[in-house]
């Protein structure tokens, strides 16, 4: 007889288990998709973030800049990712479909950071010497004072919004026909990691066992690294916001955790992860 209780007990307790698990609003799901520099951070938000709040789930993609741009507009991805300001013809694409110009939100900064071999004794370049090497005109270390070797260039693919950028503000121009386009900024490290005479360039989140090139904005000026404090009062010269966009103002769970992002706890996290606050 007290067996049979017992059994009771565990059944009622399952079921009344079961009727309270039904009743349970589903976790919200939100999905968040683009740029491959920012991946790593926006991976450790989220993980952050749903160990505090596992009402909430974040799924967090790359794919690109461009990619996540797309998903914004065509409905895919509720927040994307750029490392480049969405171009006017995107916003158009985002009105005519939402009748909405979407909502720009500003949540880190970056220094493109130029990545050589270890091995290569340059230490510093300006942005012309840099426009030169990536557009093809200088092809050989030699003429900007290294080894009498041919520069082997990596860089991302078209999709990229680093590529943009840096195609925009240093290449000023085609991109050389020579230069590898790799899937990522992980890709480029290693490739760089690997050739003694390449060069590449990326997030300064992702420069782990390359040699980080100073740059400097002329002939006549101070070559800086990227760091916080050259990021801040603007003497290096290749640096830039990192963006979250959205098709329209944030509200529930999407608005406390774009709040969270820019609050003190995930800006600490893009410090620590190597980016550099808005603040």
Request: charged share 20%.
């Amino acid at each position: 007889m007290k067996k049979s209780k017992n059994i009771f007990r565990i059944v009622g307790a399952i079921v009344l288990a079961m009727i309270i698990f039904a009743f349970m609003p589903a976790p919200k799901k939100i999905t968040i998709k683009g740029s491959d520099t920012m991946v790593i951070l926006a991976q450790k938000w989220a993980e952050v973030y749903m160990k505090a709040h596992p009402e909430v789930i974040l799924q967090v993609t790359g794919g690109g800049s461009g990619t996540g741009i797309s998903a914004l507009i065509n409905g895919s991805t509720d927040i994307c990712n750029a490392s480049r300001p969405m171009k006017s013809s995107e916003i158009d694409k985002l009105k005519d479909r939402y009748g909405s110009l979407g909502i720009e939100i500003p949540c880190a900064k970056d220094g493109i950071t130029i990545y050589l071999n270890e091995s290569n004794p340059i230490k510093e370049l300006s942005i012309k010497q840099l426009s030169g090497i990536f557009s093809g005109a200088i092809k050989n270390w030699k003429d900007v004072g290294g080894p009498n070797s041919d520069i082997k260039l990596y860089g991302r693919e078209n999709s990229s919004g680093t590529y943009v950028f840096f195609q925009e503000n240093v290449v000023k121009g085609d991109y050389a026909t020579s230069c590898q386009t790799l899937p990522g900024t992980a890709a480029v490290v290693n490739a760089v990691k690997n050739d003694k005479y390449g060069i590449g360039y990326g997030g300064a989140a992702y420069a782990v066992g390359v040699k980080r090139c100073n740059v400097k904005k002329d002939d006549k000026s101070t070559a800086y690294p990227a760091s916080a404090e050259t990021i801040k009062n603007g003497t290096y010269p290749i640096s830039r916001y990192l963006y979250m966009y959205l098709r329209n103002r944030p509200t529930g769970d999407i608005k406390n955790y774009i709040d969270w992002i820019l609050g003190p706890e995930g800006q600490k996290l893009v410090v620590d992860l190597g980016y550099f606050p808005v603040k």
